[in-house]
């Protein structure tokens, strides 16, 4: 059974610049969420999305953004990126109260 | 809002010891999950093990146990025989029943396993 995949795995983004991630998560998994790590601030939630439908959002700007397809597939969009927007990006896919992580996006805003 | 609080920023212990990580959390919910998430150099979040909070049995997998006390919102994580694989960012973790799925990460802590 595939686990949830991220692409890309690495990213180097410009300030300004916006950048979109991808999450296909586990099959059969319709709740997928995304999380930012950061050294200072740690793991941050940032939104969660359930058959489309954006069930919580964390407190990030709107410059976060995210949408969820059909398939399950969740991508989430950063805008106007800032250097303080480098991070690992991670993402979840829940079936139940059991969350599975991608191994993340490492973003590096320069 | 519920928070969760690792107070150990960092462990070493030799490979064969037995380490506790700390865990507490404040929450005003009756029913929720703990979990413990093992983080590698790899990047990928690997959960290490869950425990409902109605359970008062304490959840065990293999080399890892939890003890749980509900009253003092304590959940710490004790691995037996550490390995060298063991060497990993700890996150304690906590979510609502409500399973709105949005979980709610300790700081971490950084373990090593010294050979």
């Known amino acids: 059974k595939a686990g949830v995949t991220q692409t890309p795995r690495y990213l180097i983004k410009t300030r300004g610049q916006q950048v979109t991630l991808s999450c296909s998560p586990i099959s059969g998994h319709r709740s997928v969420s995304w999380y930012q790590q950061t050294p200072g601030q740690g793991l941050q939630f940032l939104f969660e999305y359930f058959s489309e439908t954006q069930r919580n959002k964390g407190n990030f700007p709107g410059r976060f953004s995210g949408r969820q397809f059909s398939n399950s597939r969740s991508e989430m969009n950063v805008s106007t990126l800032e250097l303080g927007d480098s991070a690992l990006y991670l993402c979840a896919s829940s079936k139940g109260a059991e969350a599975f992580f991608g191994q993340g996006t490492r973003l590096t805003v320069v | 809002a519920q928070t969760v609080t690792q107070s150990q920023p960092e462990m070493s212990v030799q490979e064969a010891e037995t380490v506790t990580l700390s865990c507490t959390y404040d929450?005003?919910?009756?029913?929720?999950?703990l979990f413990w998430y093992k983080q590698p150099p790899s990047r990928q979040m690997i959960l290490v093990i869950r425990q409902e909070a109605y359970k008062q049995q304490n959840a065990t997998e293999n080399r890892f146990s939890v003890n749980f006390q509900k009253a003092a919102k304590s959940f710490s994580l004790k691995i037996s025989d550490s390995q060298l694989g063991d060497t990993a960012m700890y996150f304690c973790?906590?979510?609502?029943?409500?399973?709105?799925?949005?979980?709610?990460f300790g700081k971490g802590t950084r373990l090593h396993i010294l050979p």
């Open positions: 973790a906590f979510m609502t029943e409500n399973r709105d799925d949005k979980i709610i």
């Open positions: 929450t005003s919910e009756s029913n929720y999950y």
